[in-house]
């Protein structure tokens, strides 16, 4: 399938693990330019250091990049953080546990958009791309994390918003939703869900996962980072020019609705 895509300039923030560097490699393939933005950037050559929920330091970056690479065509925020804690029952939280999960995972989506917004906008109607990462644990109050949950929910509210202001610019936003895929994040799931339990009932990562999978996606089946990968090419390919504002489930079957 002819994407279109080869030469476009893309900006993916977490492209340095997990998802969000099968979505870099994805759109490599498509022989686009792509710059990673990572609170950890390793040894990725086109990439920069950069906290999302740092308004300053995301505009710099987005500056620097659009000025490199002459433009942004396209972006991806995959970037996000959790808790760290086990949030079930909720009060096994404190209220000042939600500030920093709601800073990276929420208000670091908003800034990307405030950052990227003038170099989306410029240009006129030639296809350019938001994309943001929500979950499935936006949409149905999952309780392993409430203020993951609570920053994936107001992903999805900004997602919708965001793409009724840019439709007048013809850039369209969309948001995946992954339901579980084995990546770092994941596994700190993992990790918090055993905190307080007596070791000799705690479960490996793999018996954890296993049960978890069967007990909650029809399809029983972990999703892969490249099936992400090839979503958002298709989102940010001209095949996709008539889907704005949609959050597209890729969980197994977790969430369905009409
Ligand atoms: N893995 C899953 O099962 C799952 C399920 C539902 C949703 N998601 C969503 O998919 C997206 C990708 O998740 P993943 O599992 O690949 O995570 P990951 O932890 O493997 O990768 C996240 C990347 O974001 C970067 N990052 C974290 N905080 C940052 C910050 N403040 N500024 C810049 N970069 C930062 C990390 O360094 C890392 O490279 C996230 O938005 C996540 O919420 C994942």
């Excluded at 994805?26 to 308004?55: C, M, N, Q, W, Y």
């Excluded at 990227?116 to 410029?122: A, G, K, N, T, V």
């Excluded at 109050?141 to 920053?151: E, F, K, L, N, V």
């Excluded at 018996?207 to 090839?230: T, Y």
Aim: with cysteine; aromatic share 8%; glycine share 12%.
């Amino acid at each position: 399938m002819d994407t279109g895509l080869s030469g476009k300039k893309v900006i993916v923030f977490g492209g340095a693990s997990g998802i969000g560097q099968a979505v870099v490699r994805a759109f490599r393939s498509e022989e686009a330019e792509v710059f990673v933005a990572d609170l950890e950037p390793g040894d990725e050559t086109s990439s920069a250091k950069v906290d999302i929920s740092d308004l300053a330091e995301v505009t710099t970056v987005v500056n620097q990049i659009g000025d490199k690479q002459g433009g942004i065509d396209h972006v991806v925020c995959a970037a996000a953080k959790g808790s760290g804690k086990f949030g079930f029952p909720f009060w096994n939280l404190e209220p000042g546990d939600w500030k920093s999960v709601l800073e990276v995972s929420l208000i670091g989506s908003v800034n990307v958009a405030h950052a990227c917004q003038p170099w989306l906008c410029e240009g006129g109607n030639d296809g350019k791309t938001l994309l943001y990462f929500t979950s499935v644990a936006g949409q149905i109050g999952s309780q392993t994390d409430p203020p993951y949950s609570a920053a994936k929910a107001g992903v999805i509210n900004f997602t919708q918003c965001a793409a009724k202001d840019f439709a007048a610019y013809g850039v369209r936003v969309n948001a995946l939703s992954p339901g579980m895929v084995k990546t770092d994040l994941n596994e700190s799931v993992w990790a918090s869900s055993q905190q307080g339990i007596p070791e000799e009932n705690r479960l490996s990562y793999e018996d954890w996962a296993d049960l978890k999978i069967k007990s909650i996606a029809p399809l029983a089946r972990w999703q892969e980072p490249e099936e992400f990968g090839a979503m958002a090419v298709y989102l940010a390919s001209f095949h996709a020019k008539n889907i704005t504002g949609q959050i597209i489930n890729i969980d197994g079957g977790q969430v369905m609705k009409g």
